[in-house]
């Protein structure tokens, strides 16, 4: 029904910027909610930031809330992760996550559509 592909993971030095994107096709991102999670080898999967389909942004991580922004684009079905002051300990795969209209939730089980995720590494 819906099918989401990221991009923009990378390789980057510690203190700098990566923008990654999640293009979606099959359905109108619009009536999704939309949610960034990473996974670090050995580590559950983690909540990052997550954006209502009306465009409000949601986070609960400390360690990311003023350093990361997320955003919509509907007339491109894309979403972006804007990842400034990058830090070692943010590397992980990155995945994006849709589920029907409703608030933007931080359990992994609760998004019905993911991607294949793209590799963040911050470098020290």
């Known amino acids: 029904q819906v099918q989401l592909v990221e991009s923009g993971g990378g390789l980057v030095q510690s203190g700098g910027s990566l923008r990654l994107s999640c293009v979606a096709s099959g359905r109108p991102m619009s009536s999704y909610a939309v949610g960034w999670f990473r996974q670090a080898p050995g580590k559950e999967r983690e909540f990052v930031i997550g954006i209502s389909w009306s465009g409000g942004s949601t986070s609960f991580a400390d360690s990311s809330k003023g350093r990361f922004t997320i955003s919509r684009d509907n007339t491109k079905n894309t979403v972006y992760l804007q990842m400034n002051s990058l830090k070692p300990e943010d590397t992980a795969v990155y995945y994006c996550?849709?589920?029907?209209?409703?608030?933007?939730?931080?359990?992994?089980?609760?998004?019905?559509?993911w991607g294949q995720g793209t590799q963040v590494t911050v470098s020290s």
């Open positions: 996550a849709a589920r029907p209209q409703g608030p933007v939730v931080l359990a992994p089980s609760l998004y019905d559509y």
